[in-house]
């Protein structure tokens, strides 16, 4: 046995569980709250409903349903793009960030705190264990804006050179679905979905 299977399928077991055990406690279905999770994540750019789609690996249409619940229960509100016509973007609540806030990525974070561990590093870890995942599936790579190759530093302040667009700093550390490689060691895009430390699984 490859030393990493074991870990890796305990990983995947346990993150299920307390993705419907978080799901439960609210009265959600685990792909509720994963939309959820990424939304808290992602950009301008990426916190569409196709993007939705693309990051969790499921259909429009069960990205459709899907929306719908949240907002009915009030965790998500639709706003129109100023800019770009019909685009609408898809924003967390103060109901939805408080389901977030006590979701099971944060209390990883606390206990490798109280384990003098520290929460960096370890994701830093995370991350490459998620870049080779990606190369091996072929899934669309969903990055943070700041480590894009199309990020670019003015040096008075932030612009994306793929869209020409001036990006605010809180943006920049947030994730993008136009995110590209800065170098060719790491995973391009293709199509499909993603997966991400802080969701890990489909749990659908």
Known sequence: ????????????????????????????LPVHLQVLS?????NRYSDLPIAVADYLGITR????????????????????????????????????????????PRRVDQAL???????EVFAEDLRRVLAALQRLNRYRVFGQCRQCAHFIDTGDGYRCGLTGETLSGEQTI???REWSAPD???PSTSPGGSIDPTVATNCR
């Open 38 to 42: 990424y939304l808290a994540q992602a």
């Open 184 to 186: 060719a060691d790491e």
């Open 1 to 28: 046995m490859i030393p990493a299977t074991f870990v890796f399928e305990r990983l995947a077991a346990l993150i299920h569980q307390l993705v419907r055990e978080d799901a439960a406690r609210h009265g959600l």
């Open 61 to 104: 249409g069960t990205v459709s349903q899907t929306l719908s619940v949240l907002e009915r229960r009030g965790l998500i509100v639709r706003e129109a793009d100023s800019r770009h016509g019909k685009r609408i973007h898809l924003v967390l609540t103060a109901a939805g960030e408080a389901i977030l806030a006590a979701s099971w």
């Open 113 to 119: 705190l109280a384990a003098g561990s520290d929460p």
């Open 174 to 176: 947030r994730v993008c």
